[in-house]
């Protein structure tokens, strides 16, 4: 997947700022060690460092490195695949926002995050949920079908797992879970309808593989159509989304 840093950080704000919840569960305490898994344009990883932590942010984009390290300078911003890191230097804790949901080898994610915590390291982590994105994921498969596009249609850029799915590969890996919470979290899209186009161009563009560009506006007009019962409350735009959060420590 290419990632657009400017489109993310100009329309999908709300990621990070949304993010900043999550931050609150990390109890960050002056002088720790945290590393931001899959820090983006690294808003959040420069609000860990103002909390007093030393942190490192890692992404799997080039872009979104390029565009962290030239916005925050001071922050060791590397490029690496989740599923895929090690670190010599243990941390106190892994923060991660809205980012687990793309990465498809959970249990490799979760063991490399294990392996680079301290004993009692925290792991903190919000992601997609079961049953996030329901209505948008459904409305495109629809479209696509209808549209004979079949191969597309059946396309899983996410994985959104229930509670009890992640919570029992944390304790696999040897995590205790401390808390976790799966809750409904209608989120605003920016400019309205247009805001449907603007996000499946930013998070969906493989749903669109090898479609012209006019057809691809087609579908798109199309699904905001439909989409407008359930997401269009008074003028306002809410795409259904469903978080999934959780605090785990490593045990040994
Ligand atoms: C999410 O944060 O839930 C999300 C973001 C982009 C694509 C799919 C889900």
Not at 52 to 63: F, H, K, L, Q, Y
Not at 145 to 156: F, G, N, V
Not at 176 to 186: E, K, N, W
Request: negative net charge.
């Amino acid at each position: 997947m290419k990632w657009n840093a400017e489109l993310y950080d100009d329309k999908h704000a709300f990621v990070f700022q949304y993010g900043e919840s999550v931050l609150e569960l990390l109890e960050i305490k002056p002088g720790e060690r945290i590393l931001d898994l899959g820090c983006g344009t690294g808003h959040l990883t420069n609000e860990i460092k103002n909390n007093g932590a030393e942190v490192i942010g890692i992404d799997a984009s080039a872009d979104m490195i390029a565009k962290a390290a030239k916005t925050y300078p001071g922050i060791d911003f590397r490029v690496a695949d989740a599923a895929d890191f090690h670190f010599d230097e243990p941390f106190d804790a892994v923060f991660s926002n809205a980012v687990l949901h793309w990465v498809h080898k959970a249990d490799d994610a979760i063991k490399c995050v294990y392996d680079s915590l301290k004993t009692s390291g925290r792991f903190v982590a919000e992601m997609g949920g079961k049953g996030n994105n329901a209505h948008i994921l459904a409305t495109t498969r629809q479209v696509l079908e209808k549209r004979r596009y079949p191969h597309l249609a059946i396309k899983k850029p996410w994985y959104f797992p229930s509670m009890g799915d992640y919570i029992t590969r944390l304790e696999n890996a040897g995590f205790r879970v401390t808390s976790a919470i799966h809750f409904d979290r209608p989120t605003l899209l920016q400019d309205g309808r247009d805001g449907v186009a603007k996000w499946l161009n930013m998070f969906g563009d493989t749903f669109f593989e090898g479609v012209d560009e006019t057809e691809q506006e087609q579908i798109v007009a199309e699904i905001t159509d439909l989409l407008e019962p359930y997401y269009n409350i008074n003028g306002n735009w809410y795409i259904d989304y469903v978080r999934l959060r959780f605090v785990a420590l490593r045990e040994n």
